[in-house]
């Protein structure tokens, strides 16, 4: 089944490590975004990918880096620059160019303890 | 970016139809319609997506204004399991490459 893959489900970090989470599709799309989602709120961009080798900041990427090397991935770091990380962290992918659905994963949750 | 806006909560009856409205008063030519739902601790689902005529589909209809300035998700018979918080999100035509989502409805299903 296509579908986009988000993991681990749960994860704990220290204060000042970096952490990395991880995002797989197969469904051959060309775009990826990173959003994160804090306690009754909205979900905010944090990063966005619409090619290989290149990605673009959303409105919240400080203390956040991405890479997109290969098509199917899209994994996101949270640096320990990062001042309040603790958040419910959410993948997406969709077609680039056409105006149609995008795909969620089934998100990360992140704690610092 | 062009705004939505969307009211904080709603409640509706099971089994009776619900209409959660958007405003996007700056809403430009070219930019579609989306609705997302996400259930608790779940990724958001995709609902239902239109640019100016209305639109229907297995799980809900779109109607949207003749200005486009706003529009109506209808859920023709609500379930329980519709319970969540829709988004309704403005795209541009020539890629969504920055869904944008504000804070969403909260919907809830009175059995």
């Known amino acids: 089944d296509g579908g986009i893959t988000q993991s681990p489900k749960y994860l704990f970090r220290k204060e000042g490590q970096n952490v990395t989470l991880s995002c797989e599709q197969n469904?051959?799309?060309?775009?990826m975004y990173w959003y994160r989602q804090d306690p009754g709120q909205g979900l905010r961009l944090i990063y966005y990918s619409q090619i290989v080798n290149d990605f673009q900041k959303g409105d919240i990427a400080e203390g956040y880096s991405v890479s997109r090397e290969k098509k199917e991935s899209f994994p996101l770091t949270v640096t320990s620059a990062q001042k309040n990380p603790t958040a419910f962290y959410l993948c997406?992918?969709?077609?680039?160019?056409?105006?149609?659905?995008?795909?969620f994963g089934q998100g990360t949750r992140l704690t610092v303890v | 970016d062009a705004k939505t806006t969307q009211p904080n909560s709603m409640e509706s009856n099971e089994e009776e139809p619900v209409h959660l409205p958007c405003n996007h008063s700056?809403?430009?030519?070219?930019?579609?319609i989306h609705w997302y739902r996400q259930l608790p601790s779940q990724g958001p689902e995709y609902v239902i997506h239109g640019l100016t005529s209305n639109v229907n589909n297995r799980m809900a209809s779109l109607a949207i204004a003749e200005d486009r300035k706003s529009s109506t998700l209808i859920l023709h018979r609500a379930t329980l399991r519709d319970a969540a918080v829709y988004y309704c999100?403005?795209?541009?035509?020539?890629?969504?490459?920055?869904?944008?989502f504000g804070t969403g409805t909260r919907l809830t299903i009175i059995p």
């Open positions: 700056t809403i430009s030519g070219t930019d579609y």
């Open positions: 997406a992918s969709s077609i680039l160019g056409r105006n149609t659905e995008a795909f």
């Open positions: 469904l051959n799309h060309d775009a």
């Open positions: 999100i403005l795209s541009r035509y020539f890629g969504n490459e920055k869904l944008t």
